[in-house]
């Protein structure tokens, strides 16, 4: 069955450290999305891709980048890990572009900067 | 970017019907509601999705009424397992319209 995956599920990393987080996905969907999800609170967008070599920014992209080298696969970097990107980080794809077409989640990474 | 607002938790009782509103008083016309269902310690996963009128599938029924500043998430006859995040999202689709609000926490009692 086709599926997103992430990886890895939990992280413990120091502060200043570079950290790459993985999400793959086997529907082969065009539209891949990183979130942020901090305690009690909604989820919040890192960065988006609609195609391989197409990255934007979301609405918190300050201290992370990706890169899109295939359908596949959308790694997210933290380039200098900060304490307050303390957080639980979800992945997600979907097909189509327009209209919030379904979006399907990965089961997140669970991230801690000490 | 239309904003959301949603309460921020319901209490029901199993077997009920729950009905969650969501306003958006700045909907754009072509911007699509849609709802989405979240777990302790899992992703969000997709419940509905409508522009006008009613919708409704085997999950829920989705209410819009004529001026689309609001919207009703319909779960009927709700047990246990329904307890659980809701979150409503307004946009096109396009940019930046990814924007999960807070969300409202539903705890359904036995």
């Known amino acids: 069955d086709a599926e997103i995956t992430q990886s890895p599920r939990h992280k413990i990393t120091e502060t200043g450290r570079q950290v790459t987080l993985a999400c793959h996905q086997t529907?082969?969907?065009?539209?891949m999305f990183w979130y942020r999800q901090d305690l009690g609170h909604g989820l919040r967008l890192i960065h988006y891709s609609y195609g391989v070599q197409d990255t934007n920014k979301g609405e918190v992209s300050d201290g992370y980048s990706v890169s899109r080298s295939n359908t596949e696969d959308l790694p997210l970097t933290l380039e200098s890990a900060a304490s307050s990107q303390t957080s639980v980080y979800f992945c997600a794809s979907s097909n189509l572009a327009g209209s919030l077409n379904e979006q399907f989640f990965g089961p997140g990474t669970r991230l801690t900067v000490l | 970017l239309a904003k959301t607002t949603q309460p921020i938790s319901m209490d029901s009782y199993e077997g009920q019907e729950v009905n969650i509103t969501c306003s958006h008083n700045n909907i754009a016309t072509n911007d699509y509601i849609t709802w989405y269902q979240q777990f302790p310690s899992q992703g969000p996963r997709f419940i509905i999705q409508?522009?006008?009128t009613k919708v409704t599938n085997e999950v829920a029924s989705l209410f819009i009424p004529a001026d689309r500043k609001s919207s009703t998430l319909s779960l009927p006859r709700v047990s246990l397992s329904d307890t659980a995040v809701y979150y409503c999202?307004?946009?096109?689709?396009?940019?930046?319209?990814?924007?999960f609000g807070p969300g409202t926490r539903l705890s359904v009692l036995p």
């Open positions: 999202l307004v946009g096109d689709g396009y940019g930046q319209n990814f924007v």
């Open positions: 409508g522009y006008k």
């Open positions: 529907w082969n969907h065009n539209n």
